[in-house]
């Protein structure tokens, strides 16, 4: 069975109009993000995330049951904490 999917797109019209209703679901301690300048554009490019490899792997239980505990996107963290390993090793090769 195929999951659903959690993203959700919305037209800057619509965004505005879920803010107007007082619906925005952003935290109010969120950062504002600074505006980009007029010519962010011209420079900018598509840069796709690589893809994904299905893997099967044996973890010790209490660090499976740490990033558990932490709350939904356990293996999403668990990616992010092998990909910043991975990248301090090729800063340090």
């Known amino acids: 069975m195929k999951k659903k999917s959690t993203i959700v797109r919305h037209s800057l019209s619509e965004i ?5 209703r007082g619906e925005d679901p952003t935290r109010p301690s969120a950062p504002v993000a600074e505006p980009l300048p ?6 900018a490019r598509i840069v796709l995330p690589p ?18 505990s932490r709350g939904k996107g356990h293996l999403t963290r668990m990616n992010a904490v092998l990909r910043a390993y991975v990248e ?3 800063r340090s090769a």
Do not use: P
Not at 16 to 20: N, W
């Open 16 to 20: 505005d109009a879920i803010r107007a």
């Open 38 to 43: 007029k010519d962010f554009w011209k420079s």
């Open 51 to 68: 893809g994904k490899t299905s893997v099967h792997l044996r973890l010790d239980t209490d660090v499976v049951e740490w990033f558990r």
């Open 88 to 90: 301090a090793q090729k």
